[in-house]
């Protein structure tokens, strides 16, 4: 894919992004019905609608490209090109009408995380990347931050109870004695909180591919990490944190102590 091709992907890949989110915030504040899917985790009008306009958006400009949606499954499986969409990342705040959810569109060319946006459409805040053409944060230059060591780090999560029953309350509770700060400005918005400097690093014990696609290229691009808990940068592994590169090695050495035989 030539570079003019990749910016021109992400073009699109933006303006879907906001216009999904935009349909999201029809629902915002307004939702009365949620359903609960196998894996316990709810899903609302909302989540679909934003999917299936994405969906259809895609398949009428790329026919050839493939779509793995969190709500509505994969076509196209055999195409070099993916789109890997969660229509609204964070449900949960999305339902307790609470602005930090996102939508996020990521984009892989034979299996390699190249494009990520994510979008939060209530704080209207946006952060797109392709690889190698770097990474902006609503129109400017995105930048990870660059505390040097635990000490100084804001530590993000998105809950307390997925890390306890992932079996990581363990290495996540010596984190949380050695950074600075910990708040739970959790979901992929807390991910781009890293990429964008204004915190260090972002704990995800449970992540599918359409939770992990878009953040890793923004990680990169911001001159930050997306990296499993073994150290791999990696969008299929199930967990994963966002890091300042300073950072990344003392998150990773953490880990390694309490994990070795688990992950
Ligand atoms: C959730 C978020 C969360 C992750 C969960 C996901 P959803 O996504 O991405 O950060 O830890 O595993 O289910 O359901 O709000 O799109
Ligand atoms: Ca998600
Ligand atoms: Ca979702």
Known sequence: MTPKEKEDLLRFAVNLARKAGTI???????????DWKEDLSPVTKAD????????????????DHGIIGEEFGTEN???????ILDPIDGTRSFIHRIPLYTTLIGITVENRPEIGVIYAPVTDELCEAAT????KYNGRECRAGSAKDLSSATLLSTDITTIRQEGLFEPFSELLDRVRLHRTWGDAYGHMMVAAGRADIMFDPVLNI???AALMPVLQES?????????????NSGHGFSSSRHLAGEVLDVMARYQRNKL
């Open 77 to 83: 499986p055999g195409s070099p090109v993916q789109w």
């Open 132 to 135: 190698g053409l770097g990474a």
């Open 48 to 63: 679909k609608e934003a999917e299936k306009w994405m969906r259809g958006r895609i398949r009428e400009t790329f026919p």
């Open 223 to 235: 001159g930050g990490l997306f990296l499993d808990f073994r150290g791999e940068a990696s969008i």
């Open 24 to 34: 999201t915030l029809d629902y915002y504040g307004k939702i009365t019905d949620v």
């Open 210 to 212: 359409w939770d992990a």
